[in-house]
């Protein structure tokens, strides 16, 4: 066991900034800051500074750990990295493959397939795209028209990218 001493980075009323009904407290972030901090440097115990400021230990240790992820964030995706650009769409036709029926008599040779007609479906997702833009959602069925979906989804897009 360590028996460095401790120094009080801030005072209890400078720490809590409200008690909720419940009795927890709330803390003032720049406080919480400068008392994790302190606890940043080598050799610093986390449960005696949480011990001289009167918090529990867990607490604490909460507010260290999203510290590090905080600093571990900003250097992966460091703010002066320039934006990513928007995202853009692609004009894409989609051709089905027709369905086809052969009918064949009893009578008579199988004739060349008749295209069958196909409904959009309602329980298959097959053959759906769902395309979500301007807040929206779109569910594009395999019987579209491509210039009504073009028109739509120029009516949705961003006003700054026209």
Known sequence: MSNKLVTVVVSREELVARQKRDGRNMYEPNAQRK??????VPGVSVSGMALAHGLNTNVLRKWLIRERTRAEM???NPVDKPAQSATKLLAVTVIPEPLTDTRVNANEQPSAPVPAYSPPSTGNAAGRINIEIGGARIVVDTNVDAEALSTVLDCLRDPRSR
């Open 35 to 40: 008392l994790v901090e302190a606890c940043l």
């Open 74 to 76: 900003s250097r992966r």
